[in-house]
Structure formats: C-alpha cells, structure tokens
C-alpha cells in the first residue's frame, strides 16, 4: 500500500478518525516510509517510528536518549518546556534515571500489589453502590473510571483524596495543548506547591505510605533527593497513576460494549479477564506518543539516517496495530492471549506501576459488568467528547445506563 | 535450561513474574528479580522464554538450553 498522504503535509500529532484505532496514518506511514520525518505542531521536526521492532529498538537502544534536558527534545504540549528543564526521572538517562527508580520500585512489586487488593475492591464497590443509588444516565468517567485510580494512587502516595478536585483539574490544565504556556505554568505551579506543602506535613507526621518513605529515607537522612526533585517524583506519580488508568477504564468499557461478542465471551469465562485486559491495553494504545526520545549519536534506523540532536518519538499506537506483531490488529479479540505489546513503553522506562494498573483494571471491569449486566451506553459513540488534544488518548464523558 | 539474572540492570517491572511466577520473583529488599528456578523442568521451557523476551531491560537470559 503506498502512502497516499505525503509526510510533508502531515503535522505531528495526527487526529484519531475511529474512537479506538491508531490515526490512520500510521498505517500509511509503517507501509511506505516506517521511520518517517514530519513538522510537529509546535515547532520543528521529529522522526515517527511505526513498526513494532523498530519501535522496540529505539526505547531500548542507548542511541536513543530520553533526557529531556537535551535542547531538540520533542514538545506536544505548550508549557512543556517548563518540566523538561527540571524533569522527573521518566525524562533521564541510566545511571540517573535508576537511581531514582529504584527508590520506589519495591512499592510495586507483585507482593506489594496484592497487598492493597482488597481496599481496591472495596473502593469499587462503594463506587458502584453510589452508581446504582443514583439518577439514570450517568457520566461513567465521573462516577467510576476516575474516582477508581484516583483513590487507589492517594491511598499509596499518602496524598489526601479530599483534595481531588483541586489535583483533577489542576493536571487536566497541565496536559492539555489547549493550554498556553502560561496556564501550564499556572497549573504547575499550584501543583508544586501542593506537593510542598505535603511533604511539609509527612516530615512533621510521617505516615503508612510511599511519599512519608521518600521523605524519611531519601530526603532527610542523607539529602539524595533534593526538595525539587521529590515535588516532581511526587507529581509524576499523582499524575500517571490516575490520568493513565482513567482513560483505560472508560474506554475500555466502552470498547467492550462496542463489541457485545467479546463482552458475552469474558462474561461466560472469567479466565479471560487478564487477557481481556492485555488486549484493550494494546487495542487503545492510550499512551500512544508520551515516549518521545532524542537521538544521542548518528543512528541507522529503518532505512532511515538519524543525526545526533534529531527527535524521534515511538509511536506505542502503531507498534502495538503493527499486523507483523499482531495480525489483523484492528480485530477487538479477547482470546488474542498476548502481552508482548508495548502499551506501557519498552525498555528501562516501562511504566512502573503497570502491574498495579492491571489489576486496578481487572477489578473495575469485572465488578462493573458482574454489578450492572444490563450497562449499555446512553449516547451515540460517534458523538461522544474525546481526548483529541490532550497527551494521553481518552474520552472526557461516558454517559451509560442500565 | 539454566537461567541466569542481572539484578544490576533489572527495573523491576515485573514482566517474568507475571509470564512465570513458578520460576521468577521479586526481592522483599529491593523489588529486583530473584530467580527461584534456575533449571526449571521441560514444560516451563517456553513460557521462560516467553518472559525472556518480554523483559524490557534484558535483565534475565536464558545461558545454556
């Protein structure tokens, strides 16, 4: 297939035609021109990267860097440039980024993510009590799929979920290219000083969760992480554990109930649940363009000749439609039975808290449709609100009744 | 099979531990892979391999077949 749409006339990033496929050009752009430079939105170029291995490559090459500070580091949002200057460690290359890393991993192991299964249950089922006391349609986004991981992420991080509103709308401003500069700074600015003033009160009265450990281990005693530093690490993790999980959950309910098949085949056989999960992971690729990178040396990649200096962004939406890692990527199938997609990121990147999502996930989805059979959607899915111009894929209200 | 794992680039994201808990685990200290099976019988073969290919930081490989 050729393109049919020429590069140059593409500007980074594209639109979603479908509510769940890929923009279609990259499928134009993985059959003819798979590691292709197009002009980003707000300045400047960077190298689109479509095909599943390469997309592989470059999020595990050191080639490939993902140091924000780099000048030419590729910008989707506005105020981006404002956390790129100081940015969290999701934006830094070994030795540093592990260093950071590897003071909160043992939160997320297995072990520890089974320990917090039961307060997840219980925190969907007084949801879902809530949703079924109330009025008929309902906004699933507001009632459930973003209450689930906000709570869940206050409860680890130690920050109070009475705050959300404050926290909600705040990172909503920050990832939106709806924003200017200056109400990104805003928004970041209030958010920060949240966070200090949150670590103020874990150092008077340190607590039972992740932030009261940074703070008693790593910031005091010996000073490893500065003040700055922390606020960030802080902020990344609010930030990524309730905007990422959110979206999986609305729509990934409104994906299985596009697909009445699929949903009766899980609600016969609960042992698909994971695999169910897996697949909307990769289906809806929600975190399609967060892993940009620069390169760090010249680099061959796909045919294509890289400089030092030049953006390269990994696109996970088109790794993960790649019909060479998964044929006919556009079929919703729960029984696909495969993980090797790269929905969370590859390489020493990959999300931290991806074990906790999926169960976060299997939770919400089984209880939801064990809870309420009859859910259906109370509007058109074609006319719903979606997430065109945000960092991460979504849609921003999912009326549903029952 | 012999397993051998890198605990010095492990990221702890906990790929082998899902794909196959019976061989892979991860330590209470640090969060890092433990191998509990460094020779794990023939019908755990493929699903290692599988975990082998998943990680995303090449931290556990598989030495001799």
Redesign the interface.
């Known amino acids: 297939m050729p393109p049919t749409t020429s590069p140059e006339s593409m500007t980074f990033p594209f639109q979603r035609q479908c509510p769940f496929a890929p923009p279609p050009e990259y499928d134009r752009l993985r059959a003819g021109e798979p590691v292709a430079k197009v002009p980003m939105a707000l300045g400047g170029s960077a190298w689109l990267v479509t095909r599943y291995e390469d997309v592989r490559t470059v999020l595990s090459s050191p080639a490939f860097s993902a140091d924000g500070t780099r000048p030419g580091f590729p910008r989707i949002l506005p105020g981006q440039a404002q956390i790129l200057e100081r940015p969290p460690f999701i934006r830094m290359d070994p030795p540093q980024h592990g260093f950071y890393r590897r003071m909160i991993i043992q939160e997320f192991t297995h072990k520890r993510i089974k320990t917090m299964r039961p307060a997840i249950q219980a925190a969907v089922d007084r949801l879902l009590d809530d949703l079924l006391a109330g009025p008929r349609p309902v906004d699933l986004v507001e009632a459930f799929a973003l209450p689930v991981p906000s709570l869940v992420i206050c409860e680890l991080l130690g920050v109070p979920y009475d705050d959300h509103e404050f926290f909600q709308s705040r990172s909503r401003a920050a990832l939106t290219r709806a924003s200017t500069a200056e109400q990104f700074a805003t928004a970041l600015g209030e958010l920060r000083a949240y966070m200090d003033g949150l670590i103020t009160r874990k150092q008077q009265d340190p607590g039972d969760d992740l932030m009261s450990r940074l703070v008693t281990d790593h910031l005091e005693p010996v000073g490893e992480l500065g003040r700055d530093e922390l606020v960030m690490m802080c902020l990344m993790l609010l930030n990524a554990g309730h905007e990422t999980t959110v979206n999986m959950i609305s729509l990934g309910t409104m994906a299985l109930l596009e697909h009445p098949d699929q949903l009766a085949a899980l609600r016969s056989d609960p042992e698909l649940l994971p695999g169910t999960v897996e697949e909307l992971l990769r289906y809806l690729s929600i975190a399609d363009f967060v892993t940009a990178r620069i390169a760090a040396e010249d680099t061959e990649l796909g045919g294509a000749a890289i400089r030092a200096g030049d953006g390269v962004i990994a696109l996970l939406a088109a790794a993960d439609w790649d019909p060479g890692a998964f044929p006919e990527p556009e079929r919703f199938d729960v029984h696909r039975g495969k993980r090797h997609h790269v929905a969370f990121g590859y390489g020493v990147h990959q999300c931290i808290g991806q074990n906790l999502a999926r169960m976060e996930l299997e939770i919400a989805f089984s209880s939801l449709f064990e809870r309420i059979p009859t859910l259906r959607l109370a509007a058109s899915a074609d006319e719903l609100p979606y997430k065109h111009g945000t960092l991460l894929y979504g849609v921003h209200e999912l009326p549903v009744t029952w | 099979m012999r397993i051998t794992a890198d605990t010095s ?1 492990c ?5 082998c ?3 196959v ?1 019976e061989v892979f685990d ?7 892979v433990t191998v509990l099976l460094p020779d794990p019988p023939k019908d755990l073969h493929g699903a290692v391999a599988q975990a082998v ?2 990680c ?3 931290a556990i490989a598989i030495s001799r077949e």
Not at chain 2, 11 to 15: E, K, L, T
Request: hydrophobic content about 35%; glycine content about 10%.
């Open positions: 680039v990221i702890s994201a906990g790929m531990v899902l794909t808990p991860q330590s209470d200290d640090d969060g890092l290919r998943l995303p930081s090449r």
